[in-house]
């Protein structure tokens, strides 16, 4: 996978494949991150979350990495499926809890049966 | 089902009218929302942040005159974008607060389509 830079990342995968998708954050205030998936003209979608004082994280067939010394944050997915195509985005928490979010540039992940 | 609801799902305007579009909290009551906008192939973009009973947040750069946000109830607020022009052509997206558990859901957005 690719981190997030200035364009919108894409990442192919074969169904059955796992998939990892990055995410650079910005601000070593943040404490607590979701990733969310949007699929074409719908509303973001909840994952899964961390809060900074966890480093992993796993539900059903995600887990979400968080390393705060790098300021990097990671989706895992298992045995990618077809219905996993959208795009994916992070988004980070500046402190508080407001849930002020910003979102990061998101990466698109196709899936191909 | 959805728990945040937005209304209009889809508006097409003429140049220059204002349009309305509403957030409403269907299963419970929300101190605050948050208003995004999202262009093709970008990111969600904070608009500004509203707080029931009193006056919404503006993100820098945000134009507050243009765009009017009201959250006069603990369940509905909205956004109303003045004088559209075809550049506010855009997927407006709201977020909902849970004023007693802190849960964040999404609605299912709102396309803007100014001619």
């Known amino acids: 996978g690719e981190s997030v830079g200035l364009h919108l990342p894409t990442l192919s995968v074969q169904e059955g494949d796992n998939s990892i998708i990055n995410c650079a954050y910005s601000n070593s205030a943040s404490d607590y991150f979701i990733w969310y998936k949007q699929e074409s003209g719908k509303g973001p979608q909840f994952i899964i979350d961390i809060r900074s004082n966890m480093d992993k994280r796993q539900g059903q067939r995600v887990t979400v990495l968080l390393n705060k010394t790098v300021k990097h944050l990671s989706l895992q997915i298992a045995a990618t499926q077809p219905g996993d195509s959208a795009v994916y985005f992070c988004a980070e928490n500046i402190g508080g809890s407001n849930y002020k979010l910003t979102f990061g540039k998101g990466t698109l992940l196709t899936v191909n049966p | 089902g959805a728990v945040v609801s937005q209304h209009p799902s889809w508006v097409i305007c003429k140049s220059g009218t204002s349009v309305k579009i509403e957030c409403r909290s269907l299963?419970?009551?929300?101190?605050?929302m948050f208003w995004y906008r999202q262009f093709p192939k970008q990111s969600l973009m904070l608009m500004a942040t509203?707080?029931?009973?009193?006056?919404?947040?503006?993100e820098q750069g945000v134009e507050k005159d243009k765009f009017l946000i009201n959250h006069a109830s603990l369940t509905l607020s909205t956004l109303t974008v003045t004088s559209a022009h075809p550049e506010d052509s855009s997927f407006y997206i709201c977020s909902a607060r849970d004023g007693t558990t802190g849960e964040l859901f999404f609605g299912e957005g709102s396309r803007l389509t100014v001619l």
């Open positions: 509203s707080n029931e009973g009193s006056k919404a947040t503006y």
């Open positions: 299963d419970f009551q929300a101190t605050t």
